[in-house]
């Protein structure tokens, strides 16, 4: 994560507010806490999947936030939790060394959810980290009613001192994304942490992750719904190519994508199938219109679902498949 992004010919002339600060922002907590949810609410647009299986984002999501006075960078991240697995180990060193770099940590505890084991693992594991600013943010508020909420915010402060010290927290903020509840003030809170620096990324710039990466998530995340608790760990997708088709008129363009579906066991690979092939066939029409929207042009998806056993706990699997 560098700060020399930022090129002269970006800059616009007369420079930028003294007072304008841009910086990094990783959110953490347990798997389905809302981070990704969160994170899309704060960019505007989606940027991260989401889905109600645990262990559903597996890269660092870079979404930005563009504000008059202010540039977030939001690094959503896998969710922190014990692993049984090599991706399991690989996805918590991901979110190790995401912490290290960024400039504040949003820590995500679910509202209509008691602080358990993994909430205080992970609070744990945020307190070994010196002088970084970490603002404590009770998603789903729009879950549970006020005198809930009011509890379990006094719960979440509790939480931060006993595991911070005395100052405990440098916030406490809840917030809900799907109803728009206090999102900017979550933005506010954030924006206030971030170091003075000029934007690091273009006006208008969302994302920095590939396309194709993008491409993949939606895919995935079409594919997640509905399956039984197993799958989603056990699932990967993968684009091989994106390529125009031709012979096509100039005004009416087609991508053609064609994508891989990788499953561990031929079990998995009928659930994803589906009796007659329906399932996929659903898979490629919901998730076409938001990879559509994404590149802006029609697409014809091609989707095969394979085999590949053990991915997850053979080293060179996980290379092949981008862990």
């Not at 960078?73 to 290290?100: E, F, K, W």
């Not at 079990?267 to 996929?280: C, D, E, N, P, T």
Request: net charge neutral.
């Amino acid at each position: 994560m560098s700060r020399n992004t930022q090129t002269p010919a970006l800059m616009p002339e007369g420079g930028w507010p003294k007072d304008f600060r841009s910086g990094f922002t990783s959110f953490v907590g347990r798997p389905n806490a809302g981070k990704s949810t969160l994170t899309n609410a704060l960019v505007g647009q989606k940027v991260a999947i989401t889905s109600s299986k645990p262990q559903t984002t597996r890269h660092t999501i870079r979404g930005i936030v563009h504000r008059a006075d202010a540039q977030l960078i939001l690094v959503d991240t896998p969710g922190l939790h014990r692993p049984r697995t090599l991706l399991g180990q690989r996805l918590n060193d991901l979110v190790a060394d995401t912490l290290s770099e960024v400039d504040a940590i949003g820590f995500c505890l679910p509202a209509n959810e008691k602080i358990g084991p993994g909430d205080r693992f992970i609070a744990t594991q945020l307190a070994q980290l010196q002088k970084k600013p970490i603002i404590a943010i009770v998603t789903k508020a729009d879950t549970v009613d006020k005198a809930a909420l009011m509890q379990q915010l006094m719960a979440v402060a509790q939480l931060g001192v006993d595991t911070l010290g005395e100052g405990g927290w440098a916030a406490v903020v809840p917030v809900s994304a799907t109803k728009d509840f206090q999102v900017n003030e979550v933005a506010n809170v954030l924006a206030a942490q971030m170091p003075l620096s000029p934007p690091l990324y273009p006006d208008g710039e969302l994302t920095d992750e590939p396309e194709a990466k993008m491409v993949s998530e939606l895919i995935r995340e079409a594919a997640l719904e509905g399956v039984r608790d197993e799958l989603p760990h056990s699932l990967a997708v993968v684009v091989e190519e994106m390529i125009p088709r031709e012979g096509r008129p100039e005004d009416s363009p087609l991508l053609d994508v064609r994508v891989n579906l990788y499953v561990e066991r031929s079990s998995q690979k009928a659930i994803i199938i589906g009796k007659g092939g329906a399932r996929l066939r659903d898979v490629g029409t919901r998730s076409r219109k938001g990879i559509e929207a994404l590149l802006g042009t029609r697409v014809y998806l091609d989707l095969h679902v394979k085999i590949a056993k053990e991915w997850q706990r053979d080293p060179k699997q996980l290379g092949k498949l981008g862990f």
